[in-house]
């Protein structure tokens, strides 16, 4: 079969897809193997997927393919999330834009009905790529968080943890978003540093009759729109500055209120000009302080962050446009100071990027510290692996340590709708069904013969469901037990064999909403862990640094990215630059070096059909060849390499030890030293173990680039079975001294055809090579090769410097280079110098570093030897230039 010139992933990639979903190695049941089991982190069904995901889904890959091919029963779990806020958000503005319909014209059900719609359309999408990207997923088994089992399990844990007292319903100040129209947790806030400004202001002391006086009290505020939600002014009981005040009022600017003068030691009269304003309505600390001293709430604000009737100015404006009016008006008034710059923090929905509200409403809650304490546990005794744990341990503890109650009501239609109704006196009645929740009210004491409660309770009562829906993390904590129907139905083959699951990958800034939560899930419900390890991605981050995300647009397409380099150059691109755990910088120059790899690939295989054209029948001489012998052994000692970094989940470090094994050390080295002659035949067995080198290059390479890697395994020769499910052998035992001796091999071509270069001897012209060094054993089994690559026509070993020569120092070793042309002793020498200053500047900075006692004392040991050994090399190094100057 004739190869193109390169190689072409177009449809080699849907041929094997295809294939590999027809044979369903894909597809998982329980059975007697040990299995290994991943649940997608659920991409949101609001678009399509972003580099971060493909990060993410790739890694995932890696690690299933990895275990299907070492014996595992490997069931990836696929599915989508209904992401609450953010998929209403598109919806609201997609039926607004096209159809210019209204949520408020929409019933429920109706509302619900596009939602469904988009559902479908974006999820198929999202499937669509995961699918393109080569990802193995049981397709069997994909889940949705709206599905109806797993929608009656979120009705279920809600009902459970409410019978517990673990979830409760009360008035609390609460993160609002006045985009979205909801109640954020304290999680979903994104806090941001602007440069705002600080405004000084007059608030008159009012006289016994309530009217103004000319002594007035400055206050120094951040947010003058909520001056008309004022309830207090507060100064702390030790300042003697305001001692005068006690008992006094002060008339509120805008709406002239007269407002008490209190007194707490929350105030810090070194702060700004010693004396706050309250607004119990707007911030959770004004709140705390209204209800310690009894003030009333005046809630200024409406859910869209208007003003409302409450503020009697400026209603219907928007806050911030209404500051700009406040401000305008208490200058006019004579009331405004001064203003100030000052660098401040605001919070920002995580979801809307809005400028979230603190308001007072009345929100459903769970209990968080009595799940926190177990969590907390499953990571700290180890139960649970983070990696890279160095850099995450802290923050998940940070977090379970200082944890709140999580507000988990969301004022939106799509999503579980919370299972509480309410009758005409606002009982309320916790229940999974309207017809228990009825059953509830009926035998409740409060009700007394309700019409018609005798013959059918349920034909007529009083009792309307709350409206609101559960937040979404309430339904994804669940994830890894309900994909398996755990909650729906608890025991079943599945949840038994898949459950605790064995790796999670997800990004890092979820830690907390959705990773903690599953432990917390887990172990109330499981009580076992939902996974054991947890191996965090890195933000993936545009060339000038900046994350990439839909806002920006600066995230690529994933789709147009296959389509011009192919899956597994795309994938070969985002995880050469991924490094556990940290951020990476991602353009198209990654993957164009990902189809570098695959035409590198392409090209080896051509070479080899080229061989196989020219097997002769030459009689086997019994000896192995020493480039065989080196890459048999350079082959297991990768293999062991690349299994430790498979351990310690560094992913990106294995891709790099095979790249460098395939691209430098089968291309570059091994195939060109097995190459015949022009007019000499290919020894069959050679390329017979050759072909073998090549099936197991692929095969390790193949849980990161699929695709080629099958593509390859099966025009190397007829197979019976697939890659994709061939299984690993152990890494064998492998000789160090044979890889010396190949390292050896591969410095001194490397060093004398650079020699040859500077020198302009060409390669065709034959040299005669002097070699001085203390180690005439390793280059005996080297010496072959070594005639060949370098065009040695006499290879002689000698103790002392060869004149009229040109030298070379490669490592430890002197090289006497004999050729036919005059030797330019200047040249060398020039050469020489240039070598021992870098030479000496290496071993300066290395003697600066294991002088520095910091550094010796507090590095591992491991670090502190290599850098030992790297100051003996140079020293041995530095000597041999010096002799070899002093010789010329």
Known sequence: MELSKNYQPEGVEDKWSKHWKSKRYFNSTPDERKPFTVVIPPPNVTGVLHMGHTLNETVQDILVRKARMSGFNACWVPGSDHASIATESKVVQMLEKEKGIKKSDLTREEFLKHAYEWKEKYGGIIYHQIEKLGCSVDWDRVSFTMDPDY????????????????????ARMINWD?????????????????????????????????????????????????????????????????????????????????????????????????????????????????????????????????????????????????????????????????????????????????????RISTQWFVTMRPLAEKALAAVTSGEVRIHPGDKFMATYKYWLENIKDWCISRQLWWGQRIPAWYDDKGNCYVAETEEEAVRQWSTNTNSINPPGKQDNPYVAHPLKQDDDVLDTWFSSWLWPIEVFKGVTHPGNPDINYYYPTSVLVTGQDIIFFWVARMIMAGMEYMEVKPFSDVYFTGMVRDKLGRKMSKQLGNSPDLLMLIDKFGADAVRFGIMISSPAGNDLLFDETSPEQGMKFNNK????????????????????????????????NKLQAAKAEIEQHYKDFKLSEGLKTIYSLIWDDFCAYYLEWIKPGMDQPMDKAVYEKTVSFFTELMQLLHPYMPFVTEEIYHLLAPRTEDLCVKQFTAPQAFDKIVLQEGQLLIDVITGLRDVRIKNEIKSKEPIKLHVQSENKELFKAIETILLKQVNIDQLTFVSEPVVQTITAVIGKDKFYIETERAVDTGTQKEELEKELERLKGFLESVNKKLSNERFVQSARPDVVQLEQKKKLDAEEKIKVLEDSLSNL
């Open 601 to 632: 690939i392409w090209n080896a295989l051509k070479l080899l059909q080229l061989f196989e054209a020219k097997i002769g029948e030459t009689p086997s001489t019994g000896q192995t060849p020493f480039a065989i012998t080196w890459f048999e």
């Open 151 to 170: 929608y009656k399990a979120v009705i279920k844990i809600f009902i459970d943890l409410y019978n517990k007292k673990m979830i409760y319903r009360g």
């Open 178 to 358: 006045p985009a979205a129209k909801t109640a954020l947790s304290d999680e979903e806030v994104e806090y941001k540093e602007i440069q705002g400004k600080l405004y000084y202001v007059k608030y008159a002391v009012a006289a016994a009759d309530g009217q103004p006086t000319a002594e007035f009290v400055t206050i120094a505020t951040q947010r003058p729109e909520t001056i008309m939600g004022d309830s207090a002014v507060c100064v702390n009981p030790n300042d003697e500055r305001f001692a005068h005040l006690k008992g006094k009022k002060v008339i509120v600017p805008l709406v002239n209120r007269a407002v008490p003068v209190i007194f707490d030691d929350y105030v810090d009269p070194a702060f700004g000009t010693g004396a706050l304003k309250v607004t119990p309505a707007h911030d959770i600390n004004d709140y705390n302080l209204g209800l310690k001293h009894n003030l009333p709430v005046i809630d200024t604000l409406n859910e869209d962050g208007t003003l409302n009737e409450a503020a009697e100015v400026f209603v219907g404006m928007d806050r911030f446009a209404a500051r700009k009016k406040v401000v305008e008006t208490l200058q006019e008034q004579g009331l405004l100071i001064k203003e100030e710059e000052y660098t401040t923090r605001i919070g920002l929905s995580q979801r809307s990027m809005a400028v979230v509200e603190p």
